[in-house]
C-alpha cells in the first residue's frame, strides 16, 4: 500500500484564491511527521510546513496551513491568496518513527496552476 | 549560513562512465539522506548516513550504486557504469537529528543525464 497518496494530479486556481491540496497517508505508528515540500519549475525543493502526529493545532506558515485530520489520516495543504509565483508541483511527505526508518515517503505530487 | 549544498547540478555521462555527485549538508547537521526522482514521479529514498556510517541502504541498488559521508569533505553518491535507467534528479538532504525531525532540508538535487 502507498504510504502517502496524492489523488489530484493537477489543480487551477484563480490568484488571490484559496486552494486546498489533498493529502492522505497510511501508518500504523503512533509517532509520525508529515512535511509539504514546494517544487518549482527550476527543479529544487523548498520545505513549507510540518505537522508531528501528537501535534493538537493545525500548522500555519504564513500563507500555508496544514489541514490535519488525524482520524481520517489526512494532512492537507491550504493555500491562502494565491500568488503566480504559487504555481509549482507540491509533494506531501512522512516521516515514521517507530519502523526503524528515518526517511520520507513521498507522494506523488500535484502541479498546481495559478491563474492570472 | 549556507544550505544544503549539492554539484554539478547537472551532469551529463555517457553509458558505462561513473557519475560521483557531491552533497554538503546544512551547518550542523550530520544526518544526510539521498533521494532519486524519476521524472513526473515523487522523490524515493535511497540511503540515510551519518558521518562514517552507512545507516540505511535500503533504497539504493545493490549493483553499481554505493554512498560514503567521510569525517572530512561532502557526502558522495557513486554510479559505477552508468545506464540510460540511471537518468534522474538526485537530491541530497540534511537533518539535525534523526528521530523525530522537524525540518528536512533539500539541496537544489544533481540532474544526471546518461547518453
Known amino acids: 500500500a502507498q504510504k502517502i497518496t496524492q489523488t489530484q494530479p493537477g489543480m487551477f486556481v484563480q490568484e488571490k484564491e484559496a486552494v486546498t491540496l489533498d493529502c492522505t497517508y497510511d501508518?500504523?505508528?503512533?509517532?509520525?511527521?508529515l512535511f509539504w515540500y514546494k517544487q518549482p519549475s527550476s527543479g529544487e525543493m523548498i520545505f513549507l510546513i510540518y505537522?508531528?502526529?501528537?501535534?493538537?493545532q493545525n500548522a500555519t506558515e504564513g500563507r500555508y496551513s496544514l489541514n490535519f485530520q488525524k482520524a481520517r489520516k489526512s494532512a492537507n495543504l491550504v493555500i491562502s491568496a494565491s500568488q503566480l509565483g504559487d504555481s509549482a508541483m507540491y509533494f506531501c511527505?512522512?516521516?515514521?518513527?517507530?519502523?526503524?526508518?528515518?526517511?520520507?515517503?513521498f507522494g506523488t505530487g500535484t502541479r498546481l496552476t495559478v491563474i492570472p | 549560513n549556507a544550505g544544503v549544498m549539492q554539484n554539478p547540478r547537472h551532469l551529463v555521462r555517457r553509458r558505462g562512465q561513473e557519475a560521483r555527485l557531491r552533497c554538503s549538508p546544512m551547518?550542523?547537521?550530520?544526518?544526510v539522506y539521498w533521494y532519486r526522482q524519476l521524472p513526473e514521479e515523487g522523490l524515493k529514498f535511497m540511503v540515510y548516513?551519518?558521518?562514517?556510517?552507512?545507516?540505511?541502504e535500503s533504497g539504493m541498488p545493490k549493483e553499481r550504486f554505493s554512498a560514503e559521508f567521510p569525517k572530512e569533505g561532502p557526502s558522495i553518491l557513486r554510479i559505477q557504469q552508468v545506464v540510460r535507467g540511471d537518468s534522474a534528479a538526485y537530491f541530497c538532504?540534511?537533518?539535525?537529528?534523526?528521530?523525530?525531525?522537524?525540518?528536512?532540508?533539500f539541496g537544489q538535487g544533481t540532474r544526471l543525464t546518461v547518453v
Open positions: 538532504a540534511s537533518s539535525l537529528r534523526d528521530r523525530g525531525y522537524t525540518e528536512a532540508f
Open positions: 501508518t500504523s505508528d503512533q509517532s509520525y511527521g
Open positions: 505537522q508531528g502526529s501528537y501535534d493538537e
Open positions: 511527505a512522512m516521516r515514521e518513527d517507530q519502523t526503524g526508518a528515518n526517511n520520507l515517503f
Open positions: 551547518k550542523g547537521h550530520s544526518h
Open positions: 548516513l551519518q558521518k562514517e556510517n552507512i545507516i540505511d
